[in-house]
């Protein structure tokens, strides 16, 4: 047992099951946050009151690079949301255009498959040894220093593909 608990494979699964649990608990506090997000973002909230520690800046939505042929990237300083001391970002992916896409799965897929392809990686839970044993909307990829989770609402046809945005826990290790 102690030889398992010392492995670094053991170790890496432990960190990422963590990470994704956090990733997907940030996602349902973000969803509930949207039904009552107040009038001004709660970024400039936490900045205004004195003393305490700041939240640290979400990053910015050029940390996906360019976006895959077709498609763009969009976000702005009301698309940050914090909680306590920590901020994402929220980055709508849209046409060249700025049309909202057809199949937000496929485009959310198609972004996926592109920073895959520039060395991002999907970051697994625990038991699971294939990405394709997890569902899009759970799936969290990271550069070692950011992470993307899909936060987009595929059940409703008129919203974009939202890509949420934070910093990996391990960067500021």
């Known amino acids: 047992m102690k ?3 010392r492995s670094r494979r053991t170790m890496a699964v432990l960190v990422g ?12 506090g973000l969803f509930q946050a949207f039904a009552t997000a107040p009038a001004v973002p709660p ?20 940390v996906l690079g360019e976006a895959p042929d077709g498609l763009s990237y969009t976000s702005g300083e009301n698309d ?12 709508r992916v849209l ?16 972004v996926y498959d592109h920073l ?8 697994l839970p625990e038991g699971v040894e294939s990405p394709d044993d997890v569902p899009l ?13 899909d936060s987009s ?14 910093n990996s826990t391990q960067a500021g290790s």
């Not at 914090?82 to 994402?88: I, K």
């Open 17 to 28: 099951v963590v990470v994704v649990g956090l990733i997907v608990s940030a996602a349902a």
């Open 43 to 62: 970024l400039e909230q936490t900045q205004g009151q004195e003393g305490g520690p700041q939240p640290e800046e979400p990053p910015a939505a050029s």
């Open 116 to 123: 895959l392809a520039n060395d991002w990686l999907i970051m």
């Open 3 to 5: 030889a398992l608990l």
């Open 153 to 166: 609402q595929h059940e409703d046809e008129e919203t974009p593909a939202v890509l949420m945005v934070g």
């Open 80 to 91: 940050v949301y914090c909680e306590e001391l920590e901020c994402v970002r929220l980055v």
């Open 137 to 149: 909307e759970q799936t969290v990829l990271t550069d070692q220093e950011v992470m993307v989770a």
């Open 95 to 110: 046409t060249e255009d700025g049309e909202t896409t057809e199949d937000t799965e496929a485009t959310v897929q198609e």
